[in-house]
C-alpha cells in the first residue's frame, strides 16, 4: 500500500544541485512528507519533513506543491557522500492507533566525480 | 548518545529454525518500531510498542513471529521457526514523544539456508 512514487535512479555531478522528485497523489490532509536516506548496509536516516509549506535545513529542502500532490527533494550541493537510496514517504497517523511510515522503493542518486 | 543499537549484526540459520534479534533504542524514547525490508524494497512496519504495550501489530505474522519489551526499553523479535522467504534486514527505530522522525538502528541481515 505504497503512497508515493519516485523514478528508480539518477545521476547528479559533485558539486551540482540535485532534485529528486516524487508523486503523492492519494495523500490524505494531515499526512506528513518525509525524507529518508539509507547508504548501504546502513538503517535509513531522518533528512527532513513537511506538511504543506517548503522547508530547510542543514541537509536539504524540501518543496511541496500547493495541491500537495508531489514534492521535490534538494540537495544544494551534492557531494560523493549522497549516494544513497532516498525515500520519500507518508507517515500515516490516525485511526486505530496507527503511526507508522509507508516507504516506497525509493531513488537511487548517484554522484559522480 | 549511542543511537539504537541493534545486535547481531548478521545472522544465518537453516530453515525452521529459531532466531532472535535484539534492539536498544535511544534512551527516553518511548516508542519503538521493527521494520522488515526485503531487498530492493523500502521497510515495512511489523510492529510498534509504546513503553511496554504492543500497539499495533497488525502487520506482525503472529503464526511464527512474537516480540517484547520487557521494562518499555530493550526489545526482542523473534522467529520460530524460521522460513527461506523471512530473509531481510530488521530494522528496530525509536522515537520520543513529539519528536519529528524516526532513529533507526543499522538493521540485522537475516539469512535463511
Known amino acids: 500500500d505504497a503512497k508515493t512514487t519516485q523514478p528508480p535512479s539518477m545521476d547528479c555531478a559533485e558539486g551540482r544541485a540535485a532534485n529528486l522528485p516524487c508523486n503523492h497523489s492519494t495523500i490524505s490532509g494531515n499526512e506528513y512528507v518525509y525524507w529518508y536516506r539509507q547508504i548501504h548496509s546502513q538503517g535509513p536516516q531522518y533528512i527532513i519533513h513537511g506538511l504543506k509549506n517548503n522547508e530547510t535545513n542543514e541537509m536539504a529542502s524540501l518543496i511541496i506543491t500547493e495541491d500537495r500532490k508531489s514534492s521535490t527533494l534538494i540537495l544544494p550541493h551534492a557531494t560523493l557522500r549522497d549516494t544513497a537510496v532516498y525515500y520519500c514517504?507518508?507517515?500515516?497517523?490516525?485511526?486505530?492507533?496507527?503511526?507508522?511510515?509507508?516507504f516506497g522503493t525509493g531513488t537511487r542518486l548517484q554522484v559522480f566525480p | 548518545e549511542a543511537g539504537v543499537v541493534q545486535s547481531p549484526r548478521y545472522k544465518i540459520i537453516e530453515k525452521k529454525q529459531p532466531v532472535a534479534f535484539w534492539c536498544n533504542p535511544i534512551?527516553?524514547?518511548?516508542?519503538l518500531y521493527w521494520y522488515r525490508q526485503n531487498l530492493g524494497q523500502g521497510p515495512e512496519l511489523l510492529i510498534r510498542?509504546?513503553?511496554?504495550?504492543?500497539?499495533?501489530d497488525s502487520q506482525l505474522p503472529k503464526d511464527r513471529f512474537s516480540a517484547e519489551r520487557l521494562k518499555g526499553v530493550d526489545s526482542t523479535l523473534k522467529i520460530q521457526p524460521a522460513e527461506l522467504g523471512d530473509s531481510a534486514v530488521y530494522l528496530c527505530?525509536?522515537?520520543?514523544?513529539?519528536?519529528?522522525?524516526?532513529?533507526f538502528g543499522s538493521g540485522t541481515r537475516l539469512t535463511v539456508v
Open positions: 527505530a525509536s522515537s520520543s514523544e513529539g519528536s519529528y522522525g524516526y532513529t
Open positions: 510498542y509504546e513503553n511496554e504495550e504492543a500497539v499495533d
Open positions: 514517504i507518508v507517515r500515516v497517523v490516525g485511526m486505530y492507533n496507527t503511526d507508522k511510515l509507508i
Open positions: 534512551s527516553g524514547h518511548n516508542t
